[in-house]
T-cell receptor, first 116, second 109 residues
Framework: DTEVTQTPKHLVMGMTNKKSLKCEQH?????MYWYKQKAKKPPELMFVYSYEKLSINESVPSRFSPECPNSSLLNLHLHALQPEDSALYLCASSHYLGSGSNQPQHFGDGTRLSIL | GIQVEQSPPDLILQEGANSTLRCNFSDSVNNLQWFHQNPWGQLINLFY???GTKQNGRLSATTVATERYSLLYISSSQTTDSGVYFC???????????FGEGTQLTVNP
């Protein structure tokens, strides 16, 4: 789904670094999502934003800090990550009409993150 | 939460063969999507199919919501069909996609 753009595609960082993942969509979607995917496992939901407000946090550690500065952008700020945080991070977006809104999610190509 | 089971977990085919992948889910759903994840990690939307039947080229999908299952058909498989196929559902009371464990498909030339 190239309509959701994620940068960077690859990121290598040390455990003391601070970095950010970025996600952008221009489909007019008002719901945006972060997922984490480990090798040979399905994606797991981390955060959901609806209308730029955080609506779901799946008990994610505070070293991951999401931000939705406007309806088109979603960031994931990273600080003091652990080696087990190495994974593929996927962003998605969808129209949002309320809980159980019956709208498909569109995924970006992901950022492959490696923690040294 | 809702449970999603996919079968088979692994499938090896010769090029040109047909296959059927299955997704069972434990509760009513608003949304069901089939994805193909290629070896580079790209998660590609195949179908958005909470009910009914859809076709797109060599692929088709059917969801029988009342019986809580969906099927993905791949005909005349090609090596480029290799990868992991995920079924994901959103239950009627929620706003999150829950993924199955996937079917790893290998198509040999």
């Amino acid at each position: 789904d190239t309509e959701v753009t994620q940068t960077p595609k690859h990121l290598v960082m040390g455990m003391t670094n601070k970095k950010s993942l970025k996600c952008e969509q221009h489909m007019g979607h008002r719901a945006m999502y972060w997922y984490k995917q480990k090798a040979k496992k399905p994606p797991e939901l981390m955060f959901v934003y609806s209308y730029e407000k955080l609506s779901i946090n799946e008990s994610v550690p505070s070293r991951f800090s999401p931000e939705c500065p406007n309806s088109s952008l979603l960031n994931l700020h990273l600080h003091a990550l652990q080696p087990e945080d190495s994974a593929l991070y996927l962003c998605a977006s969808s129209h949002y009409l309320g809980s159980g809104s019956n709208q498909p999610q569109h995924f970006g190509d992901g950022t492959r993150l490696s923690i040294l | 939460g809702i449970q999603v089971e996919q079968s088979p977990p692994d499938l090896i085919l010769q090029e040109g063969a047909n296959s059927t992948l299955r997704c069972n889910f434990s509760d009513s759903v608003n949304n069901l999507q089939w994805f193909h994840q290629n070896p580079w990690g790209q998660l590609i939307n195949l179908f958005y199919i909470p009910s009914g039947t859809k076709q797109n080229g060599r692929l088709s999908a059917t969801t029988v919501a009342t019986e809580r299952y969906s099927l993905l058909y791949i005909s005349s498989s090609q090596t480029t069909d290799s990868g992991v196929y995920f079924c994901a559902v959103e239950e009627t009371s929620g706003s999150r996609l829950t993924f199955g464990e996937g079917t790893q498909l290998t198509v040999n030339p």
